[in-house]
Nanobody, 118 residues
Framework: QVQLMESGGGSVQAGGSLKLSCVAHNYMFTRCSMAWYRQAPGKERELVSDISAFGPTTYRDSVKGRFTISLDNADNTLLLQMNNLKVDDTAVYYC????????????WGQGTQVTVSS
């Protein structure tokens, strides 16, 4: 059974940095993408960044130049380096893994809270 376990969230002041990790158990990053989503209170879950098994990455406009997604293949861990954090980045961050023929995001972690204060 695939399990995704996030860590690395916390509370920082605006301008600070955090690095999120998502360890993927029983999952092989060979075809489908993995992604980071976030959900702020009262808002819908939104895609932050994703990374293809073939290399390409995408970012939502508001985090471009500040966040970097990567994959540590040795540890089967998805990473998200977040720099110059802003108050609007406050949310619960989730990692997701694609699965199946259409590579839908069928597997999700439990989420990790990121709080940025001014």
């Amino acid at each position: 059974q695939v399990q995704l376990m996030e860590s690395g969230g916390g509370s920082v002041q605006a301008g600070g940095s955090l690095k999120l990790s998502c360890v993927a158990h029983n999952y092989m990053f060979t075809r489908c993408s993995m992604a980071w989503y976030r959900q702020a209170p009262g808002k819908e879950r939104e895609l932050v960044s994703d990374i293809s098994a073939f290399g390409p990455t995408t970012y939502r406009d508001s985090v471009k130049g500040r966040f970097t997604i990567s994959l540590d293949n040795a540890d089967n861990t998805l990473l998200l380096q977040m720099n110059n954090l802003k108050v609007d980045d406050t949310a619960v961050y989730y990692c997701a893994a694609g699965w199946g023929y259409e590579c839908n995001y069928n597997y999700w972690g439990q989420g990790t809270q990121v709080t940025v204060s001014s």
